[in-house]
């Protein structure tokens, strides 16, 4: 699936005003996968004690049944562009959003920890498939003045999935007397949780229903009518149809489908372009951030907070999550996506050391000494800022962006399984590292935002302003 339409003549480098808006429809409603994403990803936070009390398993246990959804995405994200290119965008959404409700219905009514693993891993192969088919149609149908910002939407709605999962749990929570595991509806608090899903599911679902099929797509199964009509819908009237779909059609002849063979070459098995694609990957999961969503209520009980507390400061932490996310929106295409990067880089690390250094003192009754407590509060939401405003959209956009033509579906797809893989590495560690060492852990993570300064500095070019055929 290459994730891109051609570049336009100069006359339709932007879409008219009166189009504009059904542009942003159509982005924002394919930008609902990332809205699942993020709730599917962290809804979790919340059901994370209750499932070790429920099944009364250890730190390793209970760390894969967190973690394991994160195997799903990395084969969803891997497969999700040879679908793709099979039956189409739409139809890849209508398959996500049919496997985000089984999953949810699957995990709020589970029979035993297996089964309740097993529907885990059906919705991270439906995240896995957003995370890929959600920027890949929005690069194909933005116009190029356009596309960083209607690119970051996939970003934006992972955050605002985020959040809104933290503002469910925490209500749920509280409608329940502050019991993870009291009783709503005949079921436990955490099983709602996990259930409440179905209803971005079906919303999902049935916009994907309301937005066009991407012309690229629709030219590369010969109906060339009906994608002249969509690139009049998305680029305007005043735009030359004949030349632009002359102009895709000419880009997609000289192109071939990717493959995994087409990666390959250099020294080190891969070609560089494709490494700096998996280290941005690495690096924007290796900072540490799903911890603060899969794992920031046990996080801050683990720390003497009480629990209506820590899902409070959860949601608090998804708002500035938000907050980061709407500055990277107005400055992507600004500033560039380099400059953010590294003002990020330099923020993460500061706010990860900070929390290293809180985390090192001994706990006096049950919490931490009150300045290192307010610290810790504080850095954990000055790190997540950071990281919001920089590598959490940018990384996105620099993946949709950075390959060149010919590799740029199997590039995506390798970076972005890759991007799950290092995911599940953080996920599945986390317990078993906060037990041996808080503060080491924050430490790690520390490391890992410095290390990425100079990668970015040395390995990652600026895509700001190209077009996507400029990237060779």
């Not at 809804?43 to 959804?69: D, K, W």
């Not at 999962?165 to 009291?182: C, D, F, I, K, Y």
């Not at 919001?388 to 060149?404: I, K, N, Q, R, T």
């Not at 890759?418 to 924050?442: D, H, K, M, V």
Request: glycine fraction near 10%.
């Amino acid at each position: 699936m290459t994730s891109t339409a051609q570049a336009p003549s100069p006359g339709a480098r932007a879409a008219h005003p009166e189009h504009l808006g059904h542009v942003i429809f159509i982005a924002a409603a394919a930008a609902m996968g990332g809205f699942l994403f993020g709730y599917d990803s962290s809804v979790i936070n919340g059901a994370v004690e209750a499932i070790r009390g429920r099944y009364e398993i250890g730190p390793a246990a209970l760390a894969q049944v967190i973690a394991i959804a994160l195997i799903g995405c990395a084969i969803g994200a891997a497969t999700a562009g040879r679908i793709a290119d099979r039956i189409g965008r739409i139809r890849c959404m209508q398959i996500a959003a049919v496997l985000f409700t089984i999953s949810a219905v699957g995990s709020a009514l589970p029979f035993a920890l297996w089964d309740l693993a097993f529907w885990r891993i059906v919705g991270g192969f439906a995240i896995g498939m957003a995370s890929v088919i959600g920027p890949a149609y929005i690069a194909e149908v933005a116009p190029p003045a356009y596309r960083g910002r209607l690119g970051s939407f996939q970003q934006a709605a992972i955050v605002i999935g985020i959040a809104i999962s933290q503002l469910v749990n925490w209500g749920l929570l509280n409608a329940a007397g502050g019991n993870q595991r009291g009783h709503l509806m005949g079921l436990e608090v955490w099983q709602v949780m996990l259930g409440v899903m179905v209803v971005p599911a079906v919303l999902y679902g049935m916009l994907s229903f309301a937005i066009p099929e991407s012309p690229r797509f629709l030219l590369s199964v010969g109906k060339r009518e009906r994608a002249r009509e969509i690139l009049a819908e998305v680029e305007g009237k005043g735009v030359d149809l004949d030349a632009r779909v002359a102009e895709i059609e000419h880009a997609m002849t000289s192109e071939h489908k990717s493959t995994f063979k087409d990666l390959l070459g250099g020294g080190f098995f891969f070609k560089p372009i494709v490494w700096v694609g998996i280290g941005l990957s690495v690096f924007q999961q290796f900072v540490g951030i799903n911890v603060a969503f899969y794992y920031s209520s046990t996080l801050w009980q683990s720390v003497g907070v009480d629990p209506s507390d820590s899902f409070l400061y959860s949601f608090t932490t998804s708002i500035i999550n938000i907050v980061g996310t709407v500055i990277a929106m107005i400055f992507v295409d600004r500033v560039g996506r380099k400059p953010l990067a590294l003002i990020g880089s330099v923020g993460m690390a500061a706010g990860l050391a900070l929390e290293a250094w809180a985390f090192s003192y001994h706990l006096v009754d049950g919490k931490l000494p009150a300045t290192q407590g307010w610290v810790a509060l504080i850095a954990a939401h000055v790190f997540v800022l950071f990281f919001a405003l920089s590598w959490g959209v940018v990384v996105w956009v620099f993946l949709g962006e950075m390959f060149p033509n010919k590799i740029r579906a199997a590039a995506l797809g390798v970076a972005a399984s890759a991007q799950w893989i290092a995911n599940w590495a953080i996920t599945a560690s986390f317990p078993s590292l906060a037990e041996w060492n808080l503060s080491g852990t924050y430490v790690i993570y520390a490391i890992f935002a410095t290390l990425s300064i100079p990668f970015v500095l040395k390995f990652v070019k600026e895509t700001k302003g190209k077009t996507l055929e400029e990237m060779g």
